[in-house]
């Protein structure tokens, strides 16, 4: 059910919740989404001292966030590139790498797969105003699916190997575009991990944006 309504079709306006979701909206929620996961993850793994994060409220839940100064400020300026990328449809997943840091093998992949709704995807290769894509379900809906999923992550120490070695993180991002955008980008393997197993989590959709949360 439900999809995308563009302003100016059938008289179908009244259909919309009060509280619609534009896709400058869905966009803010897919980026803040990504932002607290990847804070949730890294204090779950314990890829950063577990003193080193506070809590903060969020989706009805007490998230940990990481107060290192550098790794908050990569966090800005990559979720900042996301995010444009997001508006355009031009994100295809996000994936948070941990890896040894001795051996630099990769030992845990964290796989967010992104869609974009079909109509609101024609709207944005037609040049149409960005705030007339809207999405007939309310922020409260939307946040009580996020709220799944971060529950999920936080249980999932509970079924994840122990990484009881030094570790760091890479997060890659699968666009549909070539990476002119600047030098902090470049091109990278996948880093695929052999023999793995996969734990599909929950997904959330806002009805602009389905993301499809997986760990291998």
């Given at each position: 059910?439900?999809?995308?309504i563009?302003?100016?079709?059938?008289?179908?306006?009244?259909?919309?919740?009060?509280?619609?979701?534009?896709?400058?909206?869905?966009?803010?929620?897919?980026?803040?989404?990504?932002?607290?996961?990847?804070?949730?993850?890294?204090?779950?793994?314990?890829?950063?001292?577990?003193?080193?994060?506070?809590?903060?409220?969020?989706?009805?839940?007490?998230?940990?966030?990481?107060?290192?100064?550098?790794?908050?400020?990569?966090?800005?300026?990559?979720?900042a590139?996301?995010?444009?990328?997001?508006?355009?449809?031009?994100?295809?997943?996000?994936?948070?790498?941990?890896?040894?840091?001795?051996?630099?093998?990769t030992?845990?992949?964290?796989?967010?797969?992104?869609?974009?709704?079909?109509?609101?995807?024609?709207?944005?290769?037609?040049?149409?105003?960005?705030?007339?894509?809207?999405?007939?379900?309310?922020?409260?809906?939307?946040?009580?699916?996020?709220?799944?999923?971060?529950?999920?992550?936080?249980?999932?120490?509970?079924?994840?190997?122990?990484?009881?070695?030094?570790?760091?993180?890479?997060?890659?991002?699968?666009?549909?575009?070539?990476?002119?955008?600047?030098?902090?980008?470049?091109?990278?393997?996948?880093?695929?991990?052999?023999?793995?197993?996969?734990?599909?989590?929950?997904?959330?959709?806002?009805?602009?944006?389905?993301?499809?949360?997986?760990?291998?």
């Amino acid at each position: 059910g439900g999809g995308v309504i563009v302003a100016g079709e059938m008289g179908s306006r009244q259909d919309v919740p009060k509280t619609c979701i534009t896709l400058r909206g869905s966009t803010e929620i897919v980026t803040e989404f990504f932002g607290y996961s990847i804070n949730s993850i890294l204090f779950q793994r314990a890829v950063y001292p577990p003193e080193t994060f506070k809590r903060v409220s969020k989706y009805g839940l007490t998230i940990l966030v990481s107060t290192d100064d550098a790794l908050g400020k990569y966090l800005k300026t990559v979720l900042a590139q996301v995010s444009e990328w997001l508006m355009t449809g031009d994100v295809r997943k996000l994936v948070l790498v941990i890896a040894s840091v001795e051996t630099q093998k990769t030992l845990e992949r964290w796989v967010f797969d992104v869609e974009m709704d079909e109509r609101a995807s024609n709207a944005v290769s037609n040049g149409d105003a960005r705030e007339t894509v809207t999405s007939r379900k309310s922020e409260k809906e939307v946040m009580g699916e996020i709220q799944a999923i971060i529950r999920q992550i936080t249980a999932s120490v509970t079924f994840l190997p122990l990484l009881n070695e030094p570790c760091s993180f890479d997060l890659l991002v699968y666009t549909d575009k070539d990476l002119q955008e600047g030098a902090d980008w470049e091109q990278t393997d996948p880093k695929y991990i052999t023999n793995q197993q996969h734990v599909q989590l929950r997904s959330f959709s806002t009805d602009i944006h389905k993301v499809d949360t997986m760990v291998a």
